[in-house]
């Protein structure tokens, strides 16, 4: 029997949903009460990038001088701007018109209302086998504010500007803040942000932050962090902010940008069982079902990160789940995560912070910018790659880039992680040159200690493994290049298992690994086993570690065990 699923909320989260529901056979129905493709398409994501593109085009033509050209001082055209954005965001809401149309998915316009196993639209009921709840968010007032002033506007109401404000102001150094103050500084106007937190854009590297925050200050934005809004003195043409430091920000407009509401309440979800937690959000486990079996929930109103492309990925999983397609959790470890701002953020994976919380000692790989020469041909020399990688086992678990095209080139360190790709396998694959990309061969290069042109500062060795019966393994992996042109490598893993109170120290081996000979493919070398045990146990290590140093060599890897193995007399998989 075809089974019916209703859509509520046809934003990114839902229009993937209701497609990949008429994928799979199902009947859909998608209700949505404004226009198709929600916050992201309307108000968010879409917008903001068409407007963002023509801040940096502006940059570009002013810089045009330096790279030769000359051209007079350019003028904006401010309704020109939001026009184009607005002709942007029309063809992407068509797109997804045409792909509902195509796959059978029937759009009803309106609010709905659950109420048993369906769902009202006026007096129109849409019953469902599989209800998913994608109703996302809208923006949050701040109270003490006067969100009806004509001078106060959200992210939403920005969008509708009709001049360039000389001086704003904004309340919340959140991604969001911090793209529409990229966006307008870009313009002219002057910027000042107010941030509660010590740090803008929390949740990002810190280290990050602050290199980032020196690059936009000169961009005529002030960051007072910190600190809080206390009260408001509206005037017809200005409005006077008051610190909790005493402070006084003077400006022609406020930007109000402290969070998102998500819009579950009143609409029947509570009276079907389903929960909705303090914070509004629906409650789900890990499949994304809800308390209610029929009722599923995905996006921005399930809490958690709130990005498009999240959204989509959960629309689709709790969709799959709901029809029974490929059951399984909602994979949340790779979510590349963007900052729009001139230079623009990128993360994927764990931080710095995230992984210590987690109990992983981070093992950092770094590039700057301004040894790349894609970005310095482009203008763009400030920025900073950060890869992360596990210490003990130096399996990547996250980045941070800073800096021109951190947007595009993230996704190669996600497919890293999602494939337990160590820093060393990511430094081994040949990048095309000059990219920007090859910030992450550079960085994964620096965190081994092995980058050509780099120095080894901030790199740390993988520390040596310590086994329960007091031996102590050391792996050293060893790459040389004949030149940056021709490159060909040679790999020597050598894993020593010493015990505990064996004279040759980790460091005694420094002569042993400088002396290892310098030959093609991997070579692992057994010194010193204590025990048939620990030997086998090193053998195993050697042959991981050779698998992390490159997978088309592991059968070489495995042979040259296997033959060290011999060499002490103790046959592989013995003891
Ligand atoms: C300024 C800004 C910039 C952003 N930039 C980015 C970015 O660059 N990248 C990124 O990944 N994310 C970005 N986001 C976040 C992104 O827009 C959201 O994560 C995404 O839109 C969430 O999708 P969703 O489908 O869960 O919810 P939404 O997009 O909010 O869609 C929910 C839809 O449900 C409808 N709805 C709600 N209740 C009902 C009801 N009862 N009946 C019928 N319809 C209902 C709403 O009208 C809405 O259309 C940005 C957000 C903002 C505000």
Same mark, same amino acid.
């Given at each position: 029997?075809?089974?019916?699923?209703?859509?509520?909320?046809?934003?990114?989260?839902?229009?993937?949903?209701?497609?990949?529901?008429?994928?799979?056979?199902?009947?859909?129905?998608?209700?949505?009460?404004?226009?198709?493709?929600?916050?992201?398409?309307?108000?968010?994501?879409?917008?903001?990038?068409?407007?963002?593109?023509?801040?940096?085009?502006?940059?570009?033509?002013?810089?045009?001088?330096?790279?030769?050209?000359?051209?007079?001082?350019?003028?904006?055209?401010?309704?020109?701007?939001?026009?184009?954005?607005?002709?942007?965001?029309?063809?992407?809401?068509?797109?997804?018109?045409?792909?509902?149309?195509?796959?059978?998915?029937?759009?009803?316009?309106?609010?709905?209302?659950?109420?048993?196993?369906?769902?009202?639209?006026?007096?129109?009921?849409?019953?469902?086998?599989?209800?998913?709840?994608?109703?996302?968010?809208?923006?949050?007032?701040?109270?003490?504010?006067?969100?009806?002033?004509?001078?106060?506007?959200?992210?939403?109401?920005?969008?509708?500007?009709?001049?360039?404000?000389?001086?704003?102001?904004?309340?919340?150094?959140?991604?969001?803040?911090?793209?529409?103050?990229?966006?307008?500084?870009?313009?002219?106007?002057?910027?000042?942000?107010?941030?509660?937190?010590?740090?803008?854009?929390?949740?990002?590297?810190?280290?990050?932050?602050?290199?980032?925050?020196?690059?936009?200050?000169?961009?005529?934005?002030?960051?007072?962090?910190?600190?809080?809004?206390?009260?408001?003195?509206?005037?017809?043409?200005?409005?006077?902010?008051?610190?909790?430091?005493?402070?006084?920000?003077?400006?022609?407009?406020?930007?109000?940008?402290?969070?998102?509401?998500?819009?579950?309440?009143?609409?029947?979800?509570?009276?079907?069982?389903?929960?909705?937690?303090?914070?509004?959000?629906?409650?789900?486990?890990?499949?994304?079902?809800?308390?209610?079996?029929?009722?599923?929930?995905?996006?921005?109103?399930?809490?958690?990160?709130?990005?498009?492309?999240?959204?989509?990925?959960?629309?689709?999983?709790?969709?799959?789940?709901?029809?029974?397609?490929?059951?399984?959790?909602?994979?949340?470890?790779?979510?590349?995560?963007?900052?729009?701002?001139?230079?623009?953020?990128?993360?994927?994976?764990?931080?710095?912070?995230?992984?210590?919380?987690?109990?992983?000692?981070?093992?950092?790989?770094?590039?700057?910018?301004?040894?790349?020469?894609?970005?310095?041909?482009?203008?763009?020399?400030?920025?900073?790659?950060?890869?992360?990688?596990?210490?003990?086992?130096?399996?990547?678990?996250?980045?941070?880039?800073?800096?021109?095209?951190?947007?595009?080139?993230?996704?190669?360190?996600?497919?890293?992680?999602?494939?337990?790709?160590?820093?060393?396998?990511?430094?081994?694959?040949?990048?095309?040159?000059?990219?920007?990309?090859?910030?992450?061969?550079?960085?994964?290069?620096?965190?081994?200690?092995?980058?050509?042109?780099?120095? %080894? #500062?901030?790199? *740390?060795?993988?520390?040596?493994?310590?086994? +329960?019966?007091?031996? !102590?393994?050391? =792996? &050293?992996?060893?790459?040389?290049?004949?030149?940056?042109?021709?490159?060909?490598?040679?790999?020597?893993?050598?894993?020593?298992?010493?015990?505990?109170?064996?004279?040759?120290?980790?460091?005694?081996?420094?002569?042993?690994?400088?002396?290892?000979?310098?030959?093609?493919?991997?070579?692992?070398?057994?010194?010193?086993?204590?025990?048939?045990?620990?030997?086998?146990?090193?053998?195993?290590?050697?042959?991981?570690?050779?698998?992390?140093?490159? %997978? #088309?060599?592991? *059968?070489?890897?495995?042979?040259?065990?296997? +033959?060290?193995?011999? !060499?002490?007399? =103790? &046959?592989?998989?013995?003891?």
């Amino acid at each position: 029997m075809t089974q019916r699923v209703v859509v509520l909320g046809g934003g990114p989260a839902g229009d993937v949903a209701a497609l990949r529901a008429a994928q799979l056979g199902a009947e859909v129905t998608m209700i949505e009460r404004a226009e198709l493709g929600g916050t992201c398409l309307n108000w968010g994501c879409i917008p903001t990038k068409s407007l963002l593109a023509g801040a940096d085009l502006l940059r570009k033509i002013r810089d045009a001088a330096s790279f030769g050209i000359r051209v007079p001082e350019p003028e904006v055209d401010f309704a020109r701007m939001m026009e184009r954005k607005e002709e942007v965001v029309v063809t992407m809401r068509k797109g997804v018109e045409a792909a509902c149309k195509r796959r059978g998915v029937k759009v009803v316009r309106a609010q709905g209302v659950v109420d048993g196993d369906a769902v009202v639209t006026g007096d129109e009921r849409h019953e469902f086998d599989h209800l998913i709840v994608c109703v996302g968010t809208e923006p949050s007032g701040l109270p003490g504010i006067d969100m009806e002033h004509p001078r106060v506007v959200t992210s939403n109401g920005i969008l509708r500007l009709e001049r360039i404000p000389e001086h704003m102001l904004v309340i919340g150094g959140g991604v969001v803040g911090c793209e529409f103050a990229s966006l307008f500084a870009a313009l002219g106007s002057r910027i000042t942000v107010v941030e509660v937190l010590p740090q803008v854009l929390a949740g990002v590297d810190a280290r990050i932050v602050q290199q980032w925050r020196r690059i936009v200050e000169k961009q005529g934005i002030t960051f007072l962090t910190g600190r809080r809004v206390e009260s408001v003195d509206y005037g017809t043409d200005a409005l006077k902010a008051h610190l909790d430091d005493g402070t006084a920000v003077e400006a022609d407009l406020l930007l109000v940008s402290v969070g998102r509401r998500s819009q579950t309440r009143g609409i029947g979800l509570e009276e079907a069982g389903v929960i909705i937690n303090d914070r509004d959000h629906v409650e789900v486990d890990a499949f994304l079902r809800t308390a209610n079996p029929k009722v599923w929930g995905a996006g921005d109103c399930i809490g958690g990160l709130q990005l498009a492309h999240l959204g989509s990925a959960e629309g689709g999983r709790a969709v799959e789940n709901a029809l029974g397609h490929e059951v399984m959790p909602m994979d949340r470890t790779v979510v590349p995560s963007c900052i729009y701002t001139h230079p623009e953020i990128a993360m994927v994976g764990l931080n710095p912070e995230a992984a210590k919380a987690a109990g992983i000692e981070v093992k950092l790989g770094q590039a700057r910018y301004l040894g790349n020469g894609k970005a310095l041909g482009e203008g763009e020399p400030d920025g900073l790659n950060q890869l992360y990688a596990d210490a003990a086992t130096d399996r990547l678990v996250g980045a941070t880039v800073m800096g021109a095209h951190a947007v595009e080139i993230i996704h190669e360190v996600g497919v890293a992680i999602s494939d337990g790709l160590s820093m060393d396998d990511l430094g081994s694959i040949i990048h095309a040159h000059p990219t920007v990309s090859e910030l992450m061969m550079d960085a994964a290069e620096q965190g081994e200690g092995v980058a050509p042109y780099l120095s %080894r #500062i901030g790199a *740390r060795p993988t520390p040596p493994l310590r086994h +329960a019966d007091g031996s !102590v393994q050391d =792996v &050293a992996v060893f790459r040389r290049r004949s030149s940056r042109r021709r490159r060909f490598r040679i790999r020597t893993a050598t894993t020593r298992t010493l015990p505990s109170n064996h004279p040759a120290t980790p460091a005694a081996s420094a002569p042993a690994r400088r002396s290892a000979p310098s030959q093609r493919g991997v070579r692992t070398t057994i010194v010193t086993p204590a025990t048939p045990r620990t030997a086998v146990a090193a053998r195993k290590a050697a042959v991981s570690r050779a698998r992390q140093v490159n %997978r #088309i060599e592991v *059968r070489s890897a495995i042979t040259a065990a296997c +033959a060290s193995m011999r !060499v002490f007399g =103790v &046959a592989p998989g013995t003891a």
